[in-house]
């Protein structure tokens, strides 16, 4: 072996006069040679489509076919949405394999702006807030006037829900052939909030008038007759949200919702998993913006103000005195749900 002057071994490699310093090895990156970059790509060939099931990290997506009839595609969000969730009633653009066939994948890479969100949180102490439906138009609180008795707390948040998320409240009122409605309708006089009376007998004319061309969302406690009031509805619902799930994936589970034609137009979206909404993202005033005249005059509150009869410096208060007797029946039944959003627990 050769050595060098001062003995030190040579290597035993011989010189290769095609050989220079570009030729010594180096130990790849932990992290790659690909150069990072911020450029992501447009996908300007997007399909546009709608969420109409979710269940368990895949969605169904309807997008219109080649035929312009509409075709269910199973998707995956995109890893580029981050966190990002997705929810039925959301506006979004795929790529991939949008054809609807079996074992087919497409990928959810942009969802477009929310006109309207129902949001909740686990409870009043809980800071996530998810995002249970995306994009209605018409929150429909079903309640039971008897057997059993309306939870008017949970109706309260309901309200304070759809108000703060921008969707038009609807209360119905069902089993009125066993007892009064006027008792709810006594409780949120002055909110102009509509509502629809039924029983198993009476047609559903009152309530596809409101429903019809729109998109609605249904929410309502066990046994108020919810579920048989979306089965009158939406004919074959029973059997998509009772045995398969829309995209083949076994039962429906009792947290997720499901969107669901109406045979004379318009779209239902029922919600089984909804038993309570905690409020910890909304604040009076987001309620308050619901109402512009209200809002306007509570611009005079001190800062912090909960609007309640126990905030002394209230403006709403002189705004009532000042003006027609029915300013005082509105101000009293937003004062009801103000005290929603005040509460701790689940409001039933």
């Given at each position: 072996?050769?050595?060098?002057?001062?003995?030190?071994?040579?290597?035993?490699?011989?010189?290769?006069?095609?050989?220079?310093?570009?030729?010594?090895?180096?130990?790849?990156?932990?992290?790659?040679?690909?150069?990072?970059?911020r450029?992501?790509?447009?996908?300007s060939?997007?399909?546009?489509?709608?969420?109409?099931?979710?269940?368990?990290?895949?969605?169904?997506?309807?997008?219109e076919g080649?035929?312009?009839?509409?075709?269910?595609v199973?998707?995956?969000?995109?890893?580029?949405?981050?966190?990002h969730?997705?929810?039925?009633?959301?506006?979004?653009?795929?790529?991939?394999?949008?054809s609807?066939?079996?074992?087919?994948?497409?990928?959810?890479?942009?969802?477009?702006?929310?006109?309207?969100?129902?949001?909740?949180?686990?409870d009043?102490?809980?800071?996530?807030?998810?995002?249970?439906?995306?994009?209605?138009?018409?929150?429909?609180?079903v309640?039971?006037?008897?057997?059993?008795?309306?939870?008017?707390?949970?109706?309260?948040?309901?309200?304070?829900?759809a108000?703060a998320?921008?969707?038009?409240?609807?209360l119905?009122?069902?089993?009125?052939?066993l007892?009064?409605?006027?008792?709810?309708?006594?409780?949120?006089?002055?909110?102009?909030?509509?509502?629809?009376?039924?029983?198993?007998?009476?047609?559903?004319?009152?309530?596809?008038?409101?429903?019809?061309?729109?998109?609605?969302?249904?929410?309502?406690?066990?046994?108020?007759?919810?579920?048989?009031?979306v089965?009158?509805?939406?004919?074959d619902?029973?059997?998509?949200?009772?045995?398969?799930?829309?995209?083949?994936?076994?039962?429906h589970?009792?947290?997720?919702?499901?969107?669901?034609?109406?045979?004379?137009?318009g779209?239902?979206?029922?919600?089984?998993?909804?038993?309570?909404?905690?409020?910890?993202?909304?604040?009076?005033?987001?309620?308050?913006?619901?109402?512009?005249?209200?809002?306007?005059?509570?611009?005079?509150?001190?800062p912090?103000?909960?609007?309640?009869?126990?905030?002394?410096?209230?403006?709403?208060?002189?705004?009532?005195?000042?003006?027609?007797?029915?300013?005082?029946?509105?101000?009293?039944?937003?004062?009801?749900?103000?005290?929603?959003?005040?509460?701790?627990?689940?409001?039933?």
């Amino acid at each position: 072996m050769e050595r060098d002057a001062g003995g030190r071994a040579l290597s035993g490699r011989k010189h290769d006069s095609r050989s220079d310093e570009d030729d010594v090895r180096v130990r790849p990156s932990r992290r790659g040679s690909r150069p990072r970059t911020r450029t992501r790509p447009t996908h300007s060939d997007a399909v546009p489509g709608l969420v109409v099931a979710v269940d368990r990290g895949r969605m169904t997506v309807r997008v219109e076919g080649p035929d312009g009839a509409p075709v269910e595609v199973t998707a995956m969000r995109a890893r580029e949405l981050g966190k990002h969730g997705v929810v039925v009633g959301d506006r979004v653009r795929l790529v991939g394999d949008t054809s609807g066939r079996p074992d087919s994948l497409a990928r959810i890479v942009v969802i477009e702006d929310r006109t309207t969100s129902l949001r909740r949180t686990a409870d009043d102490t809980d800071p996530t807030e998810r995002v249970v439906v995306a994009n209605a138009d018409l929150l429909v609180i079903v309640t039971s006037v008897t057997d059993p008795e309306p939870a008017l707390g949970f109706l309260d948040r309901c309200l304070v829900a759809a108000y703060a998320g921008g969707l038009e409240p609807l209360l119905c009122m069902t089993k009125t052939d066993l007892g009064s409605p006027q008792p709810l309708l006594d409780r949120y006089a002055g909110l102009g909030l509509d509502a629809v009376h039924l029983s198993r007998e009476t047609p559903l004319d009152p309530l596809l008038e409101r429903i019809a061309d729109r998109m609605s969302v249904f929410v309502g406690q066990s046994g108020v007759g919810k579920s048989t009031l979306v089965n009158r509805l939406v004919p074959d619902a029973f059997r998509a949200t009772g045995d398969v799930s829309k995209i083949g994936k076994g039962r429906h589970t009792s947290s997720s919702a499901v969107l669901f034609d109406l045979p004379g137009g318009g779209t239902v979206i029922d919600t089984p998993g909804i038993r309570s909404f905690g409020l910890a993202h909304v604040t009076a005033d987001d309620v308050l913006a619901a109402f512009d005249e209200i809002a306007e005059a509570a611009v005079d509150c001190p800062p912090g103000c909960g609007h309640t009869a126990e905030d002394p410096d209230c403006a709403l208060d002189a705004w009532a005195d000042a003006g027609p007797p029915a300013r005082h029946q509105q101000l009293a039944g937003l004062r009801v749900l103000l005290g929603a959003v005040g509460q701790v627990g689940p409001g039933y």
